[in-house]
Each structure stands twice: as C-alpha cells, then as structure tokens.
C-alpha cells in the first residue's frame, strides 16, 4: 500500500470496546513477514498483550511472544512510565541509582501525575526509541513497531507530546526528547490507525479523533472497522424487511421448505427477528458512509465465532495483510 511505504511505527488507537488491542496485536503479526521482527508494545498497564498472547504479565523487557504470519517475529513491550524515567535518568544525567530511590520513595509516581505531559514524553520517548534503534553493523533492531495507544479519546493528545510539556520544559533533554518524538510522529515513518465498530459513537469518536490528529498535524493511517458481521438478508430485501412488510406466506414456504412447522407464532418470530437484522445493516451502512466520507483507507474485519484466541488472530492478520498491507 503506497501510503504506508516506509512507515515504521504504526499507532492504533480506537474508543474503549472496538477490540483495538487484538487489532494492534494482529497487525504485529501480518507485519512480520519475511523474518523481519516486529515490537508490539502498550502503553496503559492493562496487560492485554499478555492475555492475548497467553503468557505471564510482560516485565519491562522485550519478550518474544509469537511468529508472524510469514516466518517473522512478534516481541512485546508493556512499557512502564516509572522504569521509563529511571532509564531516561541514566540515558541523559547517568543517575539510575537516583532514579530507583525516586521510585522507592514514590517521587516519580508523585512527578507524573501532576505533570502527565512528562509521563507521555516518557511512554513515547521509549517507543521512539524501539523505533530507532539500530543494530551493529546497520539496520534497525526492529522492522516496524505497533504501539497499542490510549483510546481516541486522547489520542491527539498523548501523541502531541510538545504542547504537553511546552509548560514543563522550554528547553534542557526533556524539551530535547519531546522535539525528538515530534519529529517521528509527524513524518512519513509514522501512521495512526484508528479501530472502530459500525455504530454511532465509535464512528463519532473516530470523525472526531481524525480531526484532532490532522490539526495537530499527525499522520492519519487507515480506519478499521472491526466485527463486522455478513448481512443476512439480500440487499432488495433489507428496506422491506426493516418496515415489517415481509411475505408472511414467503416465509411459511421457506420454513417449510427447511422441514419446519410453519405455525404463526414461528412465522412472526421470523419476522420480527429478520425486520430487526435488517434496521441493524441498514443503520450499520449508514455509518459506513460516514467513514467512507472521512477519505481514509477503510478496512473492514470479521466477527469472529469465538473469543479472540491465538488462531483468531492470524485470521484477523490475514484480513490485514490483504486489505492493509498488500
């Protein structure tokens, strides 16, 4: 896909319930192709990596956690904002053994939470650097990386890290790092992608995030809409069906025709259940056109029958790999 030539860091985001933890956890996995290696990293200390992958909760160590689609690997991250701080102290003032007793005393949950720019200068300092980072001899440790980001929400926000600390630091490493981060997040090494469903406050939240993201002059990468499930009903029979004007004595014959007993009550339970099957596609359709209108690639992903499992996920990498990647 030519927009995504020479993207690298790729940030996924979507509002609370869109599934945009398997999604950032799938496109790990469809982007190490190859035997490249992939960092999937997270930011929110909610462990869903771990979950999703079935392994311990994840340390603040890279850890191999599962082959890609085609023979590369998927290391992960779950990246802690204290950790992150004891090793920016070492990196910039050589200060770990301060660092640790700050964290021993609570100085360093104490600094971030009243100066939150400094925790998401941290959270994407460190990813920046995974990005980054280069290898003995050339090349980059890390083919590409996914950041499994805060909900949309934030989003512009988290990764607006300059006006973030622009109260906090007008210059000094800190001023330095955030410039740093800015300088990958605006450029083309960078792609946000956003995780939404077919329904009125994901695609709300979604207009609303793309909007924040280009004024703020971030990179918007693809919309992907996740569970999305197959129409039941023939796309001349939608209208009808949601005005409760099936044939009643078409859906006698089709019951029978199945070796059903036709009787009245089954023929209107059928009814009612296929009008509302058919007001849910139309009102998903409508929604669609909203995402349609933000000009974006658009993406569309299965439902699927059971819980997000090791195999529903490279069913999931396929879909992007063919409808993102390729």
Do not use: W
């Not at 640790?100 to 941290?122: M, Q, Y």
């Not at 800190?174 to 740093?180: E, G, K, N, Y």
């Not at 993406?299 to 499992?309: I, M, S």
């Amino acid at each position: 896909m030519d927009e995504l030539a020479g993207v690298t860091l790729h940030v996924v985001s979507g509002k609370g319930g869109t599934g945009k933890t398997t999604v950032a956890a799938a496109l790990a996995l469809a982007l190490a192709r190859d035997g490249q290696q992939v960092l999937l990293t997270e930011v929110e200390g909610r462990q869903g990596i771990a979950q999703l992958f079935d392994t311990p909760p994840l340390p603040y160590e890279e850890r191999r956690v599962a082959s890609g689609l085609g023979g590369g690997e998927v290391y992960a991250l779950a990246i802690d904002p204290e950790a992150a701080l004891v090793e920016y102290l070492e990196m910039f003032y050589n200060l770990r053994r301060a660092g640790s007793a700050l964290k021993r005393i609570g100085a360093i949950d104490f600094a971030t939470t009243i100066a939150p720019g400094l925790r998401d200068v941290l959270l994407t300092g460190k990813v920046m650097e995974a990005a980054t980072r280069a290898r003995r001899g050339g090349g980059r440790i890390y083919d590409a990386v996914v950041l499994d980001a805060p909900p949309t929400g934030r989003i512009a926000r988290f990764l607006n890290v300059n006006s973030e600390v622009a109260g906090l630091a007008r210059m000094g490493p800190v001023r330095q790092q955030a410039d740093s981060v800015m300088n990958m997040l605006r450029s083309r090494q960078t792609a946000v992608h956003l995780v939404t469903l077919l329904e009125e406050m994901p695609v709300q939240e979604t207009i609303d995030a793309v909007a924040e993201l280009e004024a703020a002059r971030l990179p918007v990468g693809a919309v992907l809409v996740n569970m999305v499930r197959e129409p039941l009903l023939p796309a001349a029979q939608l209208t009808v069906a949601a005005d409760g004007g099936l044939d009643r004595d078409d859906l006698s014959r089709g019951l029978k025709a199945a070796a059903l007993e036709a009787g009245d009550a089954l023929v209107t339970a059928l009814a009612a259940e296929a009008g509302q099957h058919a007001r849910r596609v139309l009102l998903e359709q409508r929604e669609r056109d909203e995402l349609i209108g933000l000009e974006r690639r658009l993406v569309e992903l299965p439902l699927l029958d059971d819980a997000a499992d090791l195999a529903g996920l490279y069913e999931l990498a396929r879909c992007l790999d063919e409808g993102l990647l390729t």
